[in-house]
């Protein structure tokens, strides 16, 4: 009689546990944390400043993945967030990938910065420095200079040197150098960007760069954005160009 009172009162233990596992996610499940949020490594730079993120050729040169092309879908799109906690939950690549994106799509000259967070639930913020009207508009101003550009300066027969030739000389000719800006510290954000270079005609090392990268892509020769930095030297940070003929 004694061990069929214990037998019962384990079995009714044993039941109640069981109630109280599946009425209670947390319990059943793995133990919730607080949402976490990182703020963007580059914020510090500024909403204005567009300089190049990466310095590792390979980074660059690696194949896209889902978390690389969900993030360009965003930006190309002008998205305000997207959630790609089921590419990657580490921040550190997140924000890689997508300064990786923008290193190869110079065309997105109106990301910012500045107030895009990553949350360690997978939300991944996007924040523009114009609004999105305004950079629809300065969106096809762009696309129709290089429109115009190509159409006048590209003919059938060419070669990719003579292409490219073409191209450097157009910018060459037809932007300078923000030198005042540059001296005094004040350049604005598009001097930063192609369309700094391409519609507005002036911009610095970085604009030039994406400039001839935008429209050397636009025409089928492969180039990659470097940034170097020159420690021996006034200027920090140089772009240059790779192309593969």
Excluded at 62 to 75: E, F, G, H, M, T
Aim: charged letters at 15%; one cysteine or more.
């Amino acid at each position: 009689m004694k061990y069929t009172k214990i037998v019962v009162v384990f079995s009714v233990l044993l039941l109640l546990i069981a109630i109280l596992v599946q009425s209670n996610p947390v319990l059943a499940n793995e133990v919730t944390y607080p949402v976490q949020s990182f703020e963007d490594p580059f914020s510090q730079f500024g909403k204005s400043h567009h300089q190049l993120h990466s310095n590792n050729i390979q980074t660059i040169l690696q194949n896209n993945d889902q978390l690389y092309n969900a993030i360009y879908d965003a930006l190309a799109n002008l998205k305000d967030e997207i959630n790609v906690s089921s590419y990657s939950l580490n921040s550190s690549e997140v924000f890689d990938t997508r300064n990786k994106v923008l290193d190869n799509h110079p065309e997105i000259f109106y990301f910012t910065n500045s107030g895009s967070l990553f949350y360690s639930n997978g939300r991944l913020l996007f924040k523009y420095t114009y609004s999105k009207n305004e950079v629809l508009v300065m969106k096809q101003n762009l696309e129709n200079k290089i429109t115009q550009i190509i159409s006048n300066l590209i003919v059938g027969g060419q070669s990719q040197f003579e292409m490219e030739l073409a191209l450097h000389n157009y910018i060459i000719l037809n932007s300078e150098y923000d030198y005042a800006n540059y001296k005094n510290n004040t350049v604005p954000g598009l001097s930063y960007t192609a369309y700094g270079i391409l519609v507005n005609g002036i911009g610095v090392c970085d604009g030039y760069a994406k400039a001839v990268n935008l429209l050397l892509n636009k025409v089928g020769i492969e180039c990659i954005l470097w940034a170097l930095t020159l420690t021996d030297i006034k200027v920090s940070v140089f772009s240059c160009l790779l192309c593969r003929f």
